[in-house]
């Protein structure tokens, strides 16, 4: 198979569909699928018709985790370089999807294994079928959840569930997977694609600017103090005024005190509005 094939998308009404398409080899992250989705995070992230990417995966799984034969076996075959090199692969898309200028939502439809934790911390959202299979089976195959995959479940949870995910490799399904707050919501499986339109569509009405500076403070603040937030917050809003050509704070503001069309506690003001003077 072609590296292109490997990851597939569409682009429709705004919202990218990005899915892994390694259906045979369960969407095990390959070099090779690496690589490509790199490409086409590349060819996406500032095309005007993409305001959300939604990643999803073929088949029966989201992703089996990296792959054991190419991602492991066959980079240490190459010595030190290829490892290194197959890293950088897999931990540059992976850093890129966080900062993605978009938002974005990871769309689990099945199997969702140990490096597969990267992407799904990556997206800024997730939500699953209540059908898909969360686990880290780093430990059944002799390994500790690495490639950054232990951060993930230490800052998406509890001690206790993610001390429990590293050390037995049990599966959780999606249901559970809610509970444990590790995506947002789980739906029946046949409501996966339906559910993820809907919530894609509700950003698709907030201000662009606005979303891309407040998903990143979101990951930015957990690491600072109070005070050392509230100086990031106040500085990002105002390099937030400076990217937003639209002034959308002004208009949002105009919309709802002056015209009165909107109540900004019960939804988003109308961006279509050419903005005020
Ligand atoms: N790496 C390499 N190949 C894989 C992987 C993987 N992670 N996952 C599946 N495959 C391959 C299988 O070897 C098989 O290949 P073949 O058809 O050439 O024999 C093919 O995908 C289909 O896999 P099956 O095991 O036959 O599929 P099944 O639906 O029965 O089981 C399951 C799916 C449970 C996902 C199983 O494939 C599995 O346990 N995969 C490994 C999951 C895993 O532990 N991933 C690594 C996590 S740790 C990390 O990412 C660092």
Known sequence: ????????????????????????????????????????????????????????????????????????????????????????????????????????????????????????????????ADEAQFGLSEINWGILPGGGVTKVVVDLLPMRDAMWLTLTGELIDGVQAADMRLVNESVPAAQLEERTRAVARLLLKKNPVALKFAKDAVRRVSTMTYDEAEDYLVRMQEAANFHDKTEGRKEGIRQFIDEKSYKPGLGSYDLGKVKAD
């Open 1 to 128: 198979m072609s590296e292109i094939d490997l990851v597939t998308y569409k682009v429709e009404e705004g919202i990218a569909w990005v899915y892994f398409s390694r259906p045979e080899k369960r969407n095990a992250m390959s070099p090779g699928l690496n690589r490509r989705m790199m490409e086409v995070l590349d060819e996406l992230e500032y095309r005007d018709d993409v305001s959300v990417l939604v990643l999803g995966g073929q088949g029966s799984a989201w992703s089996a985790g990296m792959d054991l034969k190419e991602y492991f076996r066959e980079t240490e075959a190459q010595g030190l370089r290829g490892v290194r090199k197959s890293q950088r692969e897999s931990y540059g898309w992976f850093r890129r999807l966080r900062w993605f200028q978009k938002p974005t939502i990871a769309m689990v439809n099945g199997w969702c294994f140990g490096g597969g934790f990267g992407p799904l911390f990556a997206c800024d959202l997730a939500i699953c």
